[in-house]
């Protein structure tokens, strides 16, 4: 204070620099605990089969942790800002579902399944490594736009050239190797959806007609868009590919509405959806007989025939009841030729219980959350659309696959995310965990890191 009796005003002090907690030791601990578990779920079922530990058990479980460990050393090296959630997630699904798809192998010991999917999830964890290492920002993805949407469109449209499996046309099959294009497809659309809408996000939020629900842009903005959701669902519609029809909708509902911010589209999607499934459900004879087994699960029971898929899948579910027969107990094999791809989550119910398949279900919903955290964190429109984008795409896809088996809507065929027997199923989710953790690791980096804790 001055002689004036005028207090003299000083400078505050430089705020501390705050640094962001990197918790990558909180990744390891849980990669471990997703291990072990994997590890002890694989040696139960050897208990309840054959009353031994299986001769396998020391390999799988060095398998998996000498892949989680990788995993976790690109993380730390490329991404050491990630979410830690996303792939110790990943690691249990993948191991939970290597070990139902092991313990159905026994049933069925002339189809063993289990040794390829190993296969297929070596190279999905190779992929995620890929990913992690070579792109070191998100944002490059917007320069590959147009390429995106062209080899996914190209993907799409292959397998039409394929003779169909169990009626649908969405395989390539060489010299007894198969994949599934579509399910790679899925991942190129999203990134073209993310980086178109976030580049016209000004025409599409002030441009064009509208009223008091639904804001519509200009067809000079909205038409590209739109032409590319039409033909790729035409596509699967010709293919037979209903579910993935279904997951392509709503991804392109989704993303319109988190680029517009208009509760319409949700309106009008579901409008759309309803009619195009009336549609159909009438005119498709493959699909009607999916509507009519939802409508009537049991009448093949009633009418002395013996149950079809699904009804043994809910016969699977209700004798799991709450804590579930116990891994190797069960009798979900009787389902059939699907147990192991669309119907495995009714294996999970039956000797899980509804516990085991709600701590499943919470796994999933985890990693959805941990997405769209992410993406409410990033400042670039495009890493905003493409988290929420990614992370709706397995969303959509549980929620349809789950439904299916529980009777809530009609079967669709596809595959459950990590559980499920496919080779391109496991290598695109892979791929789709290790976009989320590249996006956490740059939400985090720009500052926002209440947001993705």
């Known amino acids: 204070m001055s002689k004036a009796g005028i207090t003299l005003a000083t400078a505050d002090p430089p705020a501390p620099t705050v640094r962001l907690p990197r918790r990558r030791g909180v990744e390891l601990a849980l990669i471990v605990l997703a ?115 062209t080899a996914a469109l190209v993907l799409l449209t292959v397998p039409i050239l394929f003779p169909a499996v169990n009626g ?20 190129l659309l999203a990134v073209f959806f993310a980086a178109y809408l976030a580049a016209n996000r000004g025409a599409l939020a002030y441009a064009g007609r509208r009223d008091r629900w639904l804001h519509l842009p200009t067809g000079r903005v909205l038409g590209p868009i739109v032409a590319v959701w039409l033909v790729s ?3 699967l519609v010709l293919e037979r590919d209903l579910g993935t029809s279904l997951l392509f909708f709503g991804l392109f509902v ?4 988190v680029a517009t911010g208009r ?30 087994t939802w409508l009537h699960p049991f009448a093949s029971v009633e009418a002395g025939e013996g149950p079809n898929q699904l ?20 009798h979900s094999v009787l389902i059939g030729f699907a147990v192991k791809s669309d119907f495995i989550l009714a294996t999970a119910g039956e000797e899980l219980g509804l516990a085991g398949l709600s701590a499943i279900i919470l ?9 769209y955290r992410a ?34 809507i009609p079967l669709t065929g596809m595959a459950m995310p990590f559980l499920a027997q496919g080779g391109s199923s496991v290598v695109t989710n892979w791929a789709i965990v290790a976009l989320l953790v590249r996006l956490s690791d740059c939400a985090r980096r720009q500052g926002d890191a209440g947001a993705v804790r």
């Open 363 to 371: 796994l999933y919903g985890l990693l959805v959350e941990r997405g």
């Open 35 to 149: 291990v072990l578990l994997s590890v002890y779920g694989y040696c139960a079922v050897g208990l309840a089969r054959n009353g031994t530990v299986p001769p396998g058990a020391a390999g799988y479980g060095a398998g998996l942790g000498v892949l989680a460990l990788m995993a976790h050393l690109a993380v730390r090296w490329r991404a050491p800002h990630a979410d830690p959630l996303p792939l110790p997630i990943g690691v249990l699904l993948n191991g939970l579902g290597l070990v139902l798809i092991y313990r159905l192998d026994l049933e069925a010991p002339g189809d063993p399944a289990a040794p390829a999917q190993l296969v297929w999830s070596t190279l999905g964890v190779a992929l995620f490594i890929g990913v992690v290492l070579v792109l070191r920002d998100h944002r490059v993805l917007q320069r590959y736009t147009y390429l995106c949407v």
């Open 254 to 257: 989704v993303m319109l509405y």
């Open 168 to 187: 649908a046309r969405i395989w390539i099959r060489v010299a007894g190797f198969s994949i599934q294009p579509g399910e790679f497809a899925k991942v």
């Open 311 to 330: 009804a043994q899948s809910l016969f699977a579910f209700a004798e799991g009841g709450v804590l579930g027969t116990g891994l190797g107990l069960g």
């Open 263 to 292: 509760t319409g589209w949700i309106t009008l999607g579901l409008l759309l959806a309803s009619l195009g499934a009336v549609a159909v459900g009438r005119l498709e004879p493959h699909v009607h007989g999916r509507i009519e």
């Open 375 to 408: 993406g409410l964190a990033l400042r670039d429109p495009f890493g905003r659309l493409l988290a929420v984008g990614l992370a709706s795409l397995v969303a959509l896809q549980v929620f349809v696959i789950a439904g299916g088996v529980t009777g809530l």
């Open 233 to 235: 669902v035409g596509v």
